[in-house]
């Protein structure tokens, strides 16, 4: 069995809040040795809704050579670190769409035994953050697989303040993620990449 452990990065994002994370998840995840996928979902959102907001299009235009993501990329992956901006305290429908597409995976026991973490973006302060990545840890739960997150094991978390996973507040898209959002991202990568690893050689061995 290969050693080094397969990170796949899957995301959505509209104006770029939530792909800047997921950036900041692929760096850290290498840098911690492992070998990264960073995917995007596939946009549902009609074209004239896209246009009619710049930032909107510009993300679409900045990042129309992001790979979408396929399911064969969960199949791949022994850690997988999902993101997404939160919509009435959810993950938004782009993110869920794809998840929807797991069932063959599901049934045949490919997505267990798997790390999996989340990250999330929200307009406003106190928008959700929290209940959307709860949410997402109960589709790992049905998948069979172990949630890592960044609890307070660094003492940045006691000022970051979500110990779910990585968050961050843009004021509608308006502020890009600070120090405190990506340094708490990169913690997530981290340590999701470090318990996979873990994981990876335990069952390796037997």
């Not at 938004?92 to 490919?110: C, H, R, S, V, Y």
């Amino acid at each position: 069995m290969d050693g080094q452990v397969k990170v796949a990065v899957i995301y959505y994002s509209a104006t770029g809040i939530t792909y800047q994370m997921a950036q900041a998840a692929c760096e850290a995840a290498g840098e911690a040795g492992a070998e990264v996928r960073l995917r995007k979902v596939r946009e549902l959102a009609p074209d004239e809704a896209i246009r009619s907001n710049a930032g909107w299009q510009a993300h679409r235009l900045e990042t129309q050579d992001v790979m979408e993501a396929e399911i064969d990329d969960l199949a791949w992956a022994d850690v997988v670190i999902l993101g997404s901006p939160t919509r009435y305290g959810m993950i938004a429908a782009q993110l869920k769409q794809f998840i929807d597409t797991t069932g063959p995976l599901w049934a045949n026991g490919a997505l267990a035994n798997k790390v999996y973490s989340g990250f999330t973006s929200t307009a406003t302060e106190h928008g959700g953050q929290e209940s959307t990545l709860l949410s997402l840890f109960t589709i790992f739960y049905h998948w069979g697989g172990v949630v890592v997150t960044p609890g307070y094991t660094d003492p940045s978390q006691f000022v970051a303040g979500n110990p779910y996973g990585a968050s961050h507040t843009s004021n509608n898209g308006e502020i890009a993620p600070d120090n405190v959002a990506l340094g708490a991202t990169a913690l997530t990568a981290k340590r999701a990449v470090q318990m996979g690893a873990a994981l990876k050689r335990g069952l390796a061995g037997g």
